[in-house]
């Protein structure tokens, strides 16, 4: 399976931005379909965004029009762009990869990295 590493959490004001990276290990990137997720505490784990190895996008309700996802198959990284965030944003974000979107949940994950935003 492929390993993640997440970064670029911390701790933003309200209507701020954040860009979180998440880069893979191995040289079969580019196969492999890659989500966002978060968890914030007591509630369920939920999907913010994913792309497909064609680079199809997808988005979270919450985080439509405010969120971006990218990917950079030449540095083995996805890219969560965060704009305009909200203090119901703070969470744990975790980075999957999977053979397709469908399918991200039983694929690998990176150990998550902290988005805390205050009002």
């Known amino acids: 399976q492929v390993q993640l590493v997440e970064a670029g959490g911390g701790l933003v004001q309200a209507g701020g931005s954040l860009r979180l990276s998440c880069v893979a290990s191995g040289r079969t990137f580019s196969t492999y379909a890659m989500g966002w997720f978060r968890q914030a505490p007591g509630k369920e784990r939920e999907l913010v965004a994913a792309i497909s190895r064609g680079g199809t996008t997808g988005y979270g309700d919450s985080v439509k029009g405010r969120f971006t996802i990218s990917r950079d198959n030449a540095k083995n990284t996805v890219y969560l762009q965060m704009n305009s965030l909200k203090p119901e944003d703070t969470a744990v974000y975790y980075c999957?990869?999977?053979?397709?979107?469908?399918?991200?949940?039983?694929?690998?994950w990176g150990q998550g990295t902290q988005v805390t935003v205050s009002s």
């Open positions: 999957a990869a999977g053979p397709m979107i469908a399918t991200l949940t039983a694929g690998s």
